[in-house]
Nanobody
């Protein structure tokens, strides 16, 4: 499955953005999907994930501000980001892996097999 992330941009602190991750090829209905981000000089970190059954998990730093959703018919996963902070600035990557476990979504990059190219989010103070 090929992934393409888009929707990034420059926004002021307190603002919002909606990222999209569009898949091509096979349906994503059997895939766990996630968003990671990587700021300059830092490791890639888990932001949020949603498994094929709709189970979600959020990093503590984004709970209450970010919301992940998926539309399998459109083969697209969305990340609604509200109340953005300068520390949310990073390249955001979407990722996918074949789903196999209930009530679980991976949080390590090595748990995902497919990656999009990333979209840059910059939050100004």
């Amino acid at each position: 499955v090929q992934l393409q992330a888009y929707g990034g941009g420059l926004v002021q602190a307190g603002g919002f953005l909606r990222l999209s991750c569009a898949a091509s090829g096979r349906t994503i209905s059997n895939y766990d999907m996630a968003w990671f981000r990587q700021a300059p000089g830092k490791d890639r970190e888990f932001v949020v994930g949603i498994n094929r059954e709709g189970y979600t998990d959020y990093a503590d730093t984004v709970k209450g501000r970010f919301t992940i959703s998926r539309d399998n018919t459109k083969k697209t996963v969305y990340l609604q980001m509200n109340s953005l902070k300068p520390e949310d600035s990073a390249i955001y990557y979407c990722a996918a892996t074949w789903g196999s476990r209930s009530y679980y979504i991976g949080a390590r990059p090595d748990e995902f097999d497919y990656w999009g190219q990333g979209t840059l989010v910059t939050v100004s103070s």
